[in-house]
T-cell receptor
Framework: GDSVTQTEGQVTVSESKSLIINCTYS????????LFWYVRYPGEGLQLLLK?????QKGSSRGFEATYNKEATSFHLQKASVQESDSAVYYC???????????FGKGTSLVVHP | NAGVIQTPRHKVTGKGQEATLWCEPI?????VFWYRQTIVQGLEFLTY????????DSGMPKERFSAQMPNQSHSTLKIQSTQPQDSAVYLC????????????FGPGTRLTVL
């Protein structure tokens, strides 16, 4: 079946520093998967941060970027300068082919220190 | 658009009691998903429906968990004979029926089994 592996546990970054949360995937269905980053801010529900459904394309939202790299089967989340308000739990996910059930990574907790 | 609605937000049950969780998807969305979220396991898929029909319940513990979608405006997740290990946040999500579309999550129901 499909699988998603992302940076595990907690990542701590100082405000204004750069960030990368790694995500690699394995999809068994024919064709390229659709890739997503979801985020859960403290006290809020899980919500979409960005998605890319075309291999080679880049998605961006709220200063975050992720590029769909089909050769490396990666979809790393990056931000050049994080803010304290970016502290949240981030999930990488994919859907593939006719499989409408998303496969999620285990989540990465980002803590940004002022 | 009120988003996905889940009730109750918090539920406390005694070991062996039954718990029923409710979800109202976004109007017009034809797919409804249920997940369980814990710190240890992350986001676990339970089951999903398309146009009210069950599609995949591969994540459901077979003996005590059941889910239904009697009409397009709500779905229920029932846990019989609750156990302490059932304590988790249960999330409901809805989406359009296409794998390229993102899911919209409800706020979750926090179930605590004493």
């Amino acid at each position: 079946g499909d699988s998603v592996t992302q940076t595990e546990g907690q990542v701590t970054v100082s405000e204004s520093k750069s960030l990368i949360i790694n995500c690699t995937y394995s999809a068994t269905s024919i064709g390229y998967p659709n890739l997503f980053w979801y985020v859960r801010y403290p006290g809020e529900g899980l919500q979409l941060l960005l998605k890319v459904i075309t291999a080679g394309q880049k998605g961006s939202s709220r200063g975050f970027e992720a590029t769909y790299n089909k050769e490396a089967t990666s979809f790393h989340l990056q931000k050049a300068s994080v803010q304290e308000s970016d502290s949240a739990v981030y999930y990488c996910a994919l859907t593939s082919g006719g499989n409408y059930k998303p496969t999620f990574g285990k989540g990465t907790s980002l803590v940004v220190h002022p | 658009n009120a988003g996905v609605i889940q009730t109750p937000r918090h539920k406390v049950t005694g070991k062996g009691q039954e718990a029923t969780l409710w979800c109202e998807p976004i109007s017009g969305h034809s797919a409804v998903f249920w997940y369980r979220q814990t710190i240890v396991q992350g986001l676990e898929f339970l089951t999903y429906f398309r146009n009210q029909a069950p599609i995949d319940d591969s994540g459901m513990p077979k003996e005590r968990f059941s889910a239904q979608m009697p009409n397009q405006s709500h779905s229920t997740l029932k846990i019989q004979s609750t156990q302490p290990q059932d304590s988790a946040v249960y999330l409901c999500a809805s989406s359009f029926w296409a794998s390229s579309y993102e899911q919209y999550f409800g706020p979750g129901t926090r179930l605590t089994v004493l």
